[in-house]
C-alpha cells in the first residue's frame, strides 16, 4: 500500500537529497517550538492523570486538531499525493477509505470509551471482566499495532529524511527517536498533544497554501486541473484503474481501514484527554472535518503533481512516487516552500511516533504492571515511573527496529496495523460496550484470535509471499484478512461467551450502562 | 428503575437507533463506491462534465457524506440526548 520506503535515483534535476538550509531552518524551528512546549508541559505533568490523559484538560478543539495530527501520517499525505500523481483516480479509493472511519468512531465508540474508561481502551474491556487477562489480550494487540505503525513510520522517516536532507538513515532515526522520547518522557500526554496539534496546523496549513497555488494555475478549477490532466495523460487517469484488480481485496482493504480507525490504542486514547463525553463527540465531529479536508486535498495535490511535475519525473526521484508533493512545491515555490513541505513531513513523522509511542507506554504499564503485575496497587508514584521507563523502553524499541528494517519494504505494516486493530481491537472493544453477556473467555479469545489471525494470514498472504519473498504464488488469497478475521472475531466474541451459559441478566439497566450514558460522578 | 420506562433507558435506546442507524449508512455509501469501483468501472468512468468523472464526484461525495452524518449525529447528541440527559441527572439528584 502506501508507502515510504523506495530508493531514490540522483537522475532528477532536483534539489531534493540535498542538503537544503531552509529545511533545515525550519526543522530547527519546529524542534525548538516543541521542546519549548515539552519543557511548559513537563512542570505540569506530575500525576499518572497528567501523564497519559494531560489532566482532562484538552479543549474540543484542541482535541479535534490533536486526533487529526495522530491520524494525518506522512504515509498518508506523501503516500496519497504519490498514488494519485502516477495512477490518477485510484488514489481517491485511499483518500476516501483513510476518512470513513472516523463517524464510526463517533457513533459507537468516542463517548462509551470516555465515560467508562480512564487511560487505554482496556479500561473499557476489563470493565466488567476479570482484569489479568483481558488486560494481557489488549496489551497484546496494542502492542502489536503500535510496533507494527511505528516500524513503518520509522523506516519511513529514515528514508524520508535522507532523501530530503541528505543525513544518512540512521542518523535521522536517531533525532527522530530522541525528539519523540523527549516529549513523551517529560511532557507526557500534555506535550504529545501540543506537537500533534502544532504538526497538524502545519500539515494542513502546508497542504492548503499549495493546493491553492496548483489550482490558481487552474482558475480555481479542480475540474480544469483534471481535464488538465486527462488531456496530457489519457482519459483513463480520471477511471478506476488497475488497483482493483480484485473486488475481494478492495473491499477487506476497505474493512480494515473503516474498523481499524476505531481499534487504534493512540487514537482512542486521546478520548480520555477531555473533560467529558460531549467534548469527546465534539473533538470526534472536528477532526473529521479537518482529516476530510486534508484527503480532498492530497488529491489535488496528487494531479497538480501530475499535470506540472508529470509522473516520470515523480518515479526518477523515487518509484513509489512518494515525493511527488515536495516535487510540486519545489516546481510551484522553489527550494524555500521545498524546505518547508520536508520539514512539514519530518514533523508530521515525528509527532505520530510521539502518540504511538505514548499509547504502547500505556499498556505496558497502566495495563500490564499496574493491572497485572501490581493487581492494581501500584503507589501513584510508582506507576508514573514505570509509565516513563515504559516510554524509554519503546522508543529505544522503535530506533533499534527501524535501524533493523532499514531498506526493507515495509509499506504494508501500515494496513497490516490496521487490520490487527480492526480485528483484535475493534470487535471486543465494541462488544463490551453493546453486548452485556460478554464474558471474558469470550473477549480474550476474540481478540487473541483477531490479532495473532491477522498475523498469520498476512505472512500467508500474497503481500508477504509474493510481493517480499518472491514465491509465484500465496496460500491465502487476499491481500489484506480483514473481511475475513473481523467477521470471525465477533462470531467468537460471541460464540464463547455464550458456551459459558452465563446468567441472564436483570432486567433494566445494569451499572455499566448508567455510566455509559451518564458518565462517572467526580471523574 | 428496572421497568421498561425508565426514561435513561428509552433515552439510551434512542441513541444506539440513530448511531446504528447512520453506522449503517455510512457502511452502505462507501462499500457501495468501493463496489461500483470493483463492478462498474463503464459507470463510474461516465464524464459528467470536462475533466469530471462520475467516479471522481462520487468519490468526493464519500467525504462530503461522511461529513453531514456526523453533523447529523452531533446536532442531535447536542440538541436532544444532552438536554434529556441533564434532566434525568438533575431529577436523580433531586
Do not use: C
Amino acid at each position: 500500500m502506501i508507502i515510504l520506503a523506495s530508493q531514490a535515483s540522483t537522475l532528477a534535476p532536483s534539489r531534493i537529497g540535498q542538503p537544503n538550509a531552509v529545511a533545515m531552518a525550519f526543522f530547527v524551528v519546529f524542534i525548538a517550538i516543541t521542546l519549548g512546549i515539552t519543557y511548559w508541559a513537563a512542570r505540569k505533568t506530575r500525576t499518572t492523570e497528567h501523564f497519559y490523559a494531560a489532566g482532562r484538560t484538552i479543549s474540543p478543539g484542541q482535541n479535534g486538531f490533536a486526533l487529526a495530527g495522530d491520524y494525518m501520517s506522512a504515509a498518508s499525505f506523501l503516500g496519497i499525493a504519490g498514488l494519485v500523481s502516477t495512477t490518477g483516480f485510484d488514489g481517491l479509493i485511499y483518500s476516501t477509505g483513510w476518512l470513513v472511519g472516523w463517524p464510526v468512531v463517533l457513533f459507537l465508540i468516542a463517548e462509551p470509551l470516555r465515560n467508562l474508561g480512564k487511560y487505554t481502551f482496556a479500561d473499557v474491556v476489563a470493565l466488567r471482566l476479570r482484569q489479568a487477562p483481558v488486560r494481557v489480550a489488549s496489551a497484546i494487540g496494542t502492542l502489536a499495532t503500535v510496533i507494527l505503525y511505528l516500524i513503518a513510520q520509522m523506516v519511513g522517516a529514515g528514508g524520508l529524511i535522507k532523501l530530503m536532507f541528505g543525513l544518512s538513515y540512521e542518523t535521522a532515526i536517531v533525532i527522530v527517536g530522541v525528539a519523540m522520547i523527549a516529549y513523551v518522557l517529560f511532557g507526557g500526554m500534555l506535550a504529545t498533544t501540543w506537537v500533534q496539534i502544532v504538526k497538524a496546523a502545519l500539515l494542513l496549513g502546508g497542504a492548503f497554501l499549495l493546493a491553492v497555488l496548483v489550482l490558481a494555475r487552474f482558475g480555481m478549477n479542480p475540474a480544469a486541473l483534471f481535464a488538465a490532466a486527462s488531456t496530457k495523460y489519457g482519459a483513463a487517469v480520471l477511471n478506476p484503474g488497475k488497483l482493483v484488480s480484485n473486488p475481494l481485496d478492495a473491499i477487506s482493504l476497505g474493512m480494515a481501514l473503516m474498523f481499524g480507525t476505531a481499534g487504534l490504542p493512540h487514537i482512542l486514547m486521546r478520548f480520555y484527554t477531555v473533560p467529558d463525553a460531549k467534548a469527546a463527540r465534539t473533538s470526534v465531529f472536528y477532526a473529521t472535518g479537518l482529516i476530510g479536508f486534508f484527503y480532498l486535498l492530497t488529491f489535488v495535490l496528487g494531479f497538480g503533481a501530475m499535470v506540472l511535475v508529470g509522473p516520470d519525473a515523480i518515479k526518477g526521484v523515487d518509484k513509489g512516487g512518494n515525493m511527488a508533493a515536495p516535487l510540486l512545491a519545489e516546481h510551484l515555490g522553489g527550494t524555500p516552500f521545498l524546505g518547508f513541505i520536508a520539514a512539514v513531513a519530518f514533523a508530521t513523522i515525528l509527532a505520530v511516533v510521539a502518540g504511538l509511542t505514548l499509547s504502547g507506554a500505556a499498556a505496558l504499564s497502566h495495563d500490564l504492571w499496574v493491572s497485572v503485575v501490581r493487581k492494581g496497587m501500584a503507589s501513584a508514584g510508582e506507576q508514573l515511573r514505570v509509565a516513563r521507563i515504559a516510554t524509554v523502553v519503546l522508543g529505544v524499541i522503535a530506533v533499534v527496529l527501524g535501524i533493523t528494517f532499514k531498506g526493507q519494504n515495509v509499506a504494508f505494516m501500515v494496513s497490516l496495523a490496521f487490520a490487527i486493530a480492526a480485528s483484535g481491537n475493534f470487535p471486543a472493544l465494541l462488544l463490551s460496550i453493546f453486548w452485556r453477556r460478554l464474558t471474558t473467555a469470550g473477549a480474550v479469545s476474540s481478540m487473541l484470535f483477531g490479532t495473532i489471525a491477522t498475523l498469520v494470514l498476512i505472512y500467508l498472504s500474497p503481500t508477504i509471499q509474493v510481493d517480499i519473498l518472491k514465491h509465484t504464488t500465496a496460500w491465502f488469497p487476499l491481500k489484506n484478512p480483514a473481511l475475513l478475521t473481523i467477521p470471525l472475531s465477533f462470531v467468537i466474541g460471541i460464540t464463547v461467551s455464550l458456551l459459558q451459559s452465563a446468567a441472564p441478566q436483570e432486567e433494566g439497566m445494569s451499572a455499566h450502562d448508567r455510566r455509559m450514558h451518564l458518565g462517572e460522578v467526580g471523574d | 428503575m428496572a421497568d421498561a420506562h425508565d426514561p435513561l433507558r428509552v433515552l439510551a435506546a434512542a441513541r444506539w437507533r440513530i448511531a446504528l442507524t447512520l453506522t449503517a449508512v455510512m457502511i452502505a455509501v462507501y462499500f457501495g463506491f468501493i463496489a461500483l469501483i470493483a463492478y462498474d468501472r463503464e459507470l463510474l468512468s461516465v464524464r459528467l462534465a470536462q475533466g469530471l468523472t462520475l467516479g471522481i464526484v462520487l468519490g468526493a461525495l464519500v467525504i462530503v457524506v461522511s461529513w453531514l452524518l456526523t453533523y447529523i449525529y452531533v446536532r442531535w447528541a447536542n440538541a436532544h440526548y444532552d438536554e434529556q440527559l441533564a434532566a434525568l441527572k438533575s431529577e436523580g439528584e433531586g
